[in-house]
């Protein structure tokens, strides 16, 4: 049967227009639902959720809110509006028109970048697929779940560039995007922090500050691109991807806050007897969340990045805002590597130092909101500051990743950094624990002893609103 394109799925490319494309996504969309049901939320696919969905790009269109079940989503496809006066403002192309169709002699850099990025919304759905089951509140679920189809909405807008301009190599990429798994010792995601676990709402609230933060970096350059579909389809992704980083800032934000209550109550910062999680907790989270986020910027240094820029496929992060001449071949950019025993910041050619460049964008972004977790803690009177640690630490990717770094940035020998592993990074104690902590709360208006509630309801909604219907 074929599928009704303006109700089942909206979208502003013309899909009816197109007989081509339409074969090839009645195809492709059975596979996507069954992958949906094997590997998308456990347990509550039959469940009404209080979601906002996207039918236009328009402000009125694009968050519209209502009860739906999961499966029967509509997962558009949406294209920011067109510039006709569009140019290419970086690279060798600098000044042409945006391109329209894909050049030939960038169509597998292309399609490269294209499956990289698609690749990973289905990988963290899969890595969040079972925290419904334990989420301290039915204003977290319906969170959790909002995140998870919007993942799936990006799944379907890189897709739709991979059938629309990629041809027989473009269907079979989209297939492998279905079946690659996070985690799969056979077949994992492309990309390391998508293969890692997300088994707790500590974890998933460090996962959506962090790890979608540098998918607004990655979604952002990739917005500044050539190849106008792209550039176009990135820029309504990240109008859904800034309330991802909502719940993770906002999630992280009612845990400080209620660990400052418990310890402003007991007189302790020992909160973990009382339901709480504590201060030092956190911090060993946030080094190993924004750590594994760190390496998928890659290597400071890279040809590729430079190749990518040159090509005009890939700018920086705000690319039109940059006051230079949007070439790089003569410009320098002050990379930290290390150097006879410590960190030092070398001057590198700008042009191969992209990766850096936009990494130290992110971590400048990061610092912002963990300077907000500290007022939290400051308001209540607290003593203690997080931070982030020294980007050398725990890397496994990149100039430090074969050095031992602590927080602070001492390179030190191995065995004493793993000395001090314990009071740096999550210990096996410290996932039981948090593990513990992980008791559904169901009940309108009610919250898991260990978060505070949310300032306001999604969509202004009251406190006591039910976000899940499991009648």
């Not at 042409?96 to 002699?105: I, R």
């Not at 293969?195 to 998918?215: C, H, I, Q, V, Y």
């Not at 109008?239 to 209550?261: K, L, N, P, S, Y």
């Not at 230079?324 to 930290?336: E, K, P, R, S």
Request: aromatic share 12%; proline share 6%.
């Amino acid at each position: 049967m074929a599928i009704d394109y303006i109700e089942r799925i909206p979208n502003n490319v013309n899909l009816s227009d197109n007989r081509r494309l339409q074969r090839a996504l009645e195809e492709w969309q059975p596979r996507f639902l069954d992958w949906w049901k094997d590997m998308g939320p456990e347990g509550f696919q039959p469940y009404e959720i209080y979601l906002r969905t996207a039918t236009s790009v328009d402000a009125k269109g694009w968050a519209s809110f209502g009860y739906t079940r999961m499966p029967d989503y509509r997962w558009g496809i949406f294209l920011a509006e067109p510039d006709p006066e569009r140019r290419i403002h970086f690279g060798q192309h600098k000044g042409e028109p945006a391109w329209q169709e894909v050049p030939g002699e960038y169509r597998g850099t292309l399609r490269r970048l294209i499956v990289t990025q698609g690749d990973t919304e289905p990988a963290s759905v899969e890595q969040q697929r079972h925290l419904g089951l334990t989420a301290p509140s039915l204003y977290d679920l319906r969170n959790l779940f909002q995140v998870n189809v919007e993942e799936g909405r990006h799944l379907w807008a890189m897709v739709y560039l991979l059938h629309a301009y990629f041809g027989r190599d473009g269907r079979e990429e989209a297939e492998s995007l279905l079946e690659r798994r996070s985690g799969d010792q056979d077949k994992p995601r492309i990309l390391g922090a998508f293969n890692e676990a997300t088994p707790d709402w500590l974890s998933f609230f460090m996962f959506t500050f962090f790890t979608d933060r540098d998918g607004k970096y990655q979604l952002a350059s990739l917005a500044e691109s050539g190849f106008d579909p792209l550039a176009r389809t990135c820029r309504f992704m990240l109008t859904e991807e800034a309330h991802h980083m909502f719940v993770g800032e906002t999630g992280i934000a009612r845990v400080v806050q209620r660990t400052c209550e418990l310890m402003n109550e007991h007189k302790t910062a020992d909160v973990r007897r009382h339901g709480g999680i504590d201060l030092e907790t956190l911090q060993r989270y946030l080094n190993f969340h924004y750590t594994v986020s760190l390496d998928l910027f890659g290597s400071e240094v890279s040809t590729n990045a430079a190749n990518f820029y040159t090509m005009g496929l890939k700018g920086r992060f705000e690319e039109a805002r940059k006051d230079d001449d949007h070439n790089l071949m003569d410009a320098t950019y002050g990379v930290i590597v290390p150097q006879n025993g410590v960190a030092v910041e070398r001057q590198e050619p700008a042009l191969t130092s992209l990766n850096a460049r936009l990494r130290d964008d992110y971590t400048m972004d990061c610092a912002r909101g963990v300077a907000r977790w500290n007022q939290v803690i400051k308001r209540a009177g607290i003593d203690f500051e997080l931070k982030l640690p020294h980007v050398g630490f725990n890397r496994r990717i990149g100039a430090f990743a074969t050095h031992a770094v602590t927080p602070d940035g001492r390179i030190v020998p191995a065995e004493d950094w793993e000395r001090g592993r314990k009071a740096w990074l999550p210990t096996e104690a410290d996932h039981e624990f948090i593990r513990s902590l992980m008791v559904p709360v169901r009940e309108p208006g009610r919250y898991a002893p260990w978060i505070a509630a949310p300032a306001r309801g999604i969509n202004n909604q009251p406190p006591g609103f039910e976000y899940v219907r499991f009648s």
